[in-house]
């Protein structure tokens, strides 16, 4: 199977992935939600606010969306089939799974639970509920393993990774959402990419008609002149 061989090849890029979400998980699991939400918001600047509150809109949906042009303007259209079905199947997936969790976001929660969290980065607009999972960090990581896969370039594994890790911290830094949504959000992402490009390159879901038809006669052929 195409995926299977294209997982393995690109090893260092979902190992990589793979450890760094560990870690996250043992650390979600060794402080509660406050605690680790404060141990990841120790450090704040100025030009980090910025920074963060330009950068976390790389993964509202529209950086997948003008990847997906870029791609069909240059004819790579299983590409494009790719990575708009990754970041298709991950939007649906987080929007159901904030409509039945229902978890608070941090300034709602801190609100509830009477702690006093005042960095708030000014000009961000602050959420009370569905928290869980990221939507953002879903999308962010939907892109880049979709095109870590497409394009199975070592020289861009590294960036498309740290730009994926970048856009789910930016959610915690700006107090949008807890650790435990970043992590799932990761998950539901490369998940996503993943069957993406099993649908498209192992399945061929879309395959052009012109394609199927020339598929048919060889096979057709191939069945009438055994050998």
Not at 187 to 206: E, N, P, T
Request: aromatic letters at 18%.
């Amino acid at each position: 199977m195409r995926t299977l061989k294209r997982l393995t090849k690109l090893n260092y890029y979902f190992f990589s992935a793979l450890v760094i979400l560990l870690l996250a998980i043992i650390f979600n699991f060794s402080f509660s939600k406050t605690e680790g939400f404060i141990l990841l918001n120790r450090f704040h600047a100025k030009w980090l606010d910025i920074f963060f509150k330009y950068l976390t809109n790389l993964g509202d949906g529209l950086t997948s969306i003008l990847a997906v042009i870029i791609l069909l303007t240059i004819r790579k259209k299983k590409k494009a089939f790719t990575v708009a079905l990754a970041y298709i199947y991950s939007g649906l997936l987080v929007q159901a799974a904030k409509r039945i969790f229902h978890m608070p976001r941090p300034k709602y929660f801190f609100e509830q639970t009477l702690f006093q969290y005042t960095h708030f980065v000014e000009g961000v607009n602050m959420h009370d509920q569905n928290s869980f999972p990221s939507g953002h960090t879903a999308s962010a990581f939907a892109l880049a393993t979709a095109l870590v896969l497409v394009f199975k370039k070592k020289e861009i594994s590294f960036y498309c990774l740290f730009f994926a890790f970048l856009i789910g911290y930016s959610r915690i830094y700006l107090a949008q959402h807890f650790l435990v949504d970043v992590i799932f959000g990761a998950v539901a992402g490369i998940s996503c990419a993943i069957l993406s490009y099993h649908q498209v390159y192992d399945l061929k879901l879309f395959r052009s008609a012109k394609l199927n038809r020339r598929y048919k006669q060889l096979k057709v052929t191939g069945q009438a002149n055994p050998i």
